[in-house]
């Protein structure tokens, strides 16, 4: 899993590659009437490895599982919410694919500008 934001922004592929991908169990639940999503440690259950993210919308999914889920989590000092996005796939080579793939996409959302090139 790769968040694409940081501070509610789309970060471009050039800083989004040397980010770490966080390799997890990401599972989802509700929470009348709001759902949550939680990437979880495969070895250790109960650890949490980021924080929640809040009102997952998935936005796209393909067949083999890999997904692109928009929502909401909290900032680094709890003070507010801000729009996020998780980049989730089957594996490390997956989402680096996928990371690849939707460059253009988000250099757009990072400078306001769609170059077609």
């Known amino acids: 899993m790769l968040r694409l934001r940081f501070n509610g922004v789309y970060l471009p592929e050039q800083i989004l590659f040397h980010r770490p991908i966080v390799e997890g169990l990401a599972v989802s639940h509700q929470v009348h009437p709001n759902w949550m999503v939680d990437l979880y440690d495969t070895q250790q259950a109960q650890t949490e490895l980021l924080p929640t993210l809040y009102a997952p919308v998935l936005r796209k999914q393909r067949t083999d599982g890999r997904m692109l889920v928009d929502g909401t989590e909290w900032n680094e000092g709890y003070l507010?919410?801000?729009?996020?996005?998780?980049?989730?796939?089957?594996?490390?080579?997956?989402?680096?694919?996928?990371?690849?793939?939707?460059?253009?996409?988000?250099?757009?959302?990072?400078?306001?500008?769609?170059s077609i090139m």
């Open 80 to 114: 507010k919410r801000q729009p996020q996005t998780w980049l989730l796939g089957t594996s490390h080579a997956a989402v680096q694919r996928d990371l690849s793939a939707t460059s253009t996409w988000l250099r757009s959302k990072y400078t306001g500008q769609l």
